[in-house]
């Protein structure tokens, strides 16, 4: 089968494109390198089909959907203060850039698009765990734009017949997560810190927590979306189930890497939930998707891999 992986060179894409060449299957992948890194995709040169351009290029969507069987759609903008900054450039990435997406993809014919979705959609739920019949009801320009994404996939499959998922994910880290810019997933940004011998900087007191997932569950569930049949139409969330604040993942940090760890408090961002953790049913009875790492042992295995990548010279 031949996939069309878009944000391929970044974090989460280069991850799913290494499964993908593992399994044999043929990949192109469509990234404007605005996050995403050739980098990443190094190991892998000769065997995937490069295309540098953006997906606010309608035409450089279509020339990279021909002949395509499947498309994981994860280019973005991502981080929800960037968009609380810039929500013009967040909306036209991601929303204008996601229908250029679709709009290629029915064209092309192509058998399932499967879309990046996120768990900030659902903004504060009064319940948690949070599950997909509750309502959503995002509170940063980022979680609207992920919310049209999901809604405009919907829309394709029923008015067009392009088999469509949609997967909230929840927090992901890992390997290859860029820690450089003050938008970077918080995981990454302590470990960055640790290295360097500097506090890592908590926004608020602490106790906000998040359903962590380490890349290889996001990796399993975003291909069992692909190939699953009877899923199309449907949003599903893509996290483990289980959630810890972030002083608890000071102290596991301490624990693992053996220092001492003295946060540095600064007040909250503007559009962050407190809580955010997933119920995975859903995934477990149509996918038969279940998390393989848990927490802790994804943040030993990202911890080794930052100690090694960003190790002090
Ligand atoms: C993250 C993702 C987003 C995804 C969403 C749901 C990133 C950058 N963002 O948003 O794409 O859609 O999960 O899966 O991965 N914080 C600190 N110190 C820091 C950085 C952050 O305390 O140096 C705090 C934030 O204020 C927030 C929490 O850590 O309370 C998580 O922040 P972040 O990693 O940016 O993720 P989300 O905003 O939850």
Not at 10 to 30: A, Y
Not at 125 to 133: D, G, N, V
Not at 279 to 286: C, E, G, N, T, Y
Request: glycine share 8%.
């Amino acid at each position: 089968m031949r996939y069309l992986v878009t944000g391929g060179a970044g974090f989460i894409g280069s991850n799913i494109v290494d499964e993908l060449v593992r399994r044999g299957q043929d990949v192109v992948v469509l990234d404007d390198l605005s996050s995403g890194k050739e980098e990443n995709l190094a190991a892998l040169r000769s065997q995937v089909d490069l295309r540098i351009g953006t997906i606010a290029d309608l035409a450089a969507v279509q020339s990279a959907c021909s002949g395509i069987d499947y498309v994981i759609h994860l280019a973005a903008r991502t981080s929800v203060p960037r968009s609380v900054a810039n929500p013009l450039e967040t909306n036209r990435v991601n929303i204008d850039g996601t229908l250029n997406v679709l709009v290629a993809a029915r064209d092309a014919k192509v058998r399932r698009l499967v879309f990046a979705a996120s768990s900030s959609a659902y903004g504060e739920t009064a319940e948690l765990p949070k599950t997909e019949s509750m309502s959503a009801s995002p509170i940063s320009p980022y979680g609207v734009t992920k919310l049209a994404g999901e809604l405009y996939a919907q829309v394709f499959g029923r008015a067009y017949g392009l088999e469509n998922v949609s997967l909230r994910y929840f927090n992901v880290f890992g390997p290859r997560q860029d820690p450089s810019s003050q938008y970077s997933g918080v995981l990454s940004r302590f470990m960055l810190a640790v290295i360097r011998g500097e506090s890592p900087v908590i926004f608020g007191d602490g106790e906000q927590s998040r359903d962590f997932t380490y890349i290889a569950n996001v990796v399993d569930v975003t291909l069992r979306a692909c190939e699953t049949p009877g899923a199309s139409g449907m949003v599903m969330n893509g996290g483990t189930g289980a959630r810890v604040t972030l002083n608890q993942v000071i102290k596991l940090l301490e624990k693992i890497t053996g220092k001492k760890i003295t946060a540095e408090y600064d007040p909250p961002r503007i559009g962050d939930i407190k809580d955010s953790q997933a119920d995975i049913s859903l995934a477990r009875k149509v996918l038969g998707y279940q998390p393989t790492v848990n927490f802790e042992e994804g943040l030993k295995l990202t911890w080794d891999w930052y100690a090694s990548t960003y190790h002090k010279t």
